[in-house]
């Protein structure tokens, strides 16, 4: 059985009172129980990650929001995977589609940073995901394609194996509009069938594959019944341990 995650992608909010406030109310929401099988990751902002992993219980798990394409060196301002590693946390954020569209990073350097991430024993949350446009233009799988393929270029099937895949559409995130559960199954489906010509059927079946954009608990349950959604990349309703817990037991 494939994993089922949903992690919540803080993004640049909360002052570090208010994420560890924002951490105690996922811990104890978390407490009353969550389905079998199902995984709850935060993804605070780096400022927060030594205070929060003191914060959750091992069964949380705590994630990065984007890590440099280096180890060390003379990079200003660039937190690398190794010092991620470092505060206990366990997992990354790689190619958000703000990371993509605001910071400019490039195919090549999310293919370094999916390296570093996994060469310091951090699992990879790989995002992937077409804009309107592209969309409307009707070529939404060709570019989440060559995102995938360029992104994970060179990673062997072992390092796969280690991968989380995101599936989020550009249009999605943070407009309230979500994907239809056709139109994300759609997606799920077409990704797990690229990750099978990569890799093989066995490993592609069993890398999650989660879905964000939009998603909260008036509409998870639908977009994680769908055969090829192992759970959800969760933005605005994370900032809200009752709804992102909410979302988690939508199972
Ligand atoms: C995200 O940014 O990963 C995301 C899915 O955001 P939202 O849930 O706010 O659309």
Redesign the pocket.
């Known amino acids: 059985m494939r994993r089922k995650i949903v992690a919540g992608?803080w993004?640049m909010n909360t002052t570090l009172k208010e994420g560890l406030e924002l951490a105690k109310a996922v811990k104890e929401n978390a407490e009353s129980g969550l389905p079998d099988g199902v995984s709850v990751i935060v993804a605070p902002p780096f400022t927060h990650l030594t205070g929060i992993k003191d914060v959750l219980p091992s069964s949380i798990g705590l994630s990065a929001q984007n890590c440099a394409t280096d180890e060390s060196g003379a990079f200003t301002g660039e937190v690398s995977a190794k010092m991620i590693a470092s505060t206990g946390a366990q997992y990354v954020i790689i190619g958000?589609?703000?990371r993509r569209l605001y910071f400019r990073e490039t195919d090549d350097e999310l293919n370094k940073k999916v390296n570093m991430a996994l060469s310091n024993n951090l699992t990879p949350i790989f995002?992937c995901g077409e804009n309107l446009e592209e969309r409307e233009k009707g070529i939404y799988t060709e570019v989440v394609k060559k995102q995938i393929e360029l992104g994970l270029s060179g990673i062997d099937k072992d390092d796969f194996k280690k991968i989380i895949i995101?599936y989020?559409p550009v249009w999605?995130?943070?407009?309230g509009k979500t994907a239809s559960p056709e139109q994300a199954q759609e997606m799920h489906g077409y990704i797990r069938n690229l990750l099978a010509e990569m890799y093989d059927a066995e490993a592609a079946d069993k890398v999650s594959i989660l879905y964000?954009?939009?998603?909260k608990p008036s509409n998870a349950a639908e977009i994680f019944a769908n055969e090829d959604v192992d759970g959800g990349?969760?933005?605005?309703?994370?900032l809200n341990a009752a709804d992102f817990l909410a979302i988690a037991r939508s199972f």
């Open positions: 992608n993004k958000h589609s703000e995002c995101a989020e999605a995130i943070g407009t964000g954009g939009s998603c990349l969760i933005g605005g309703a994370s």
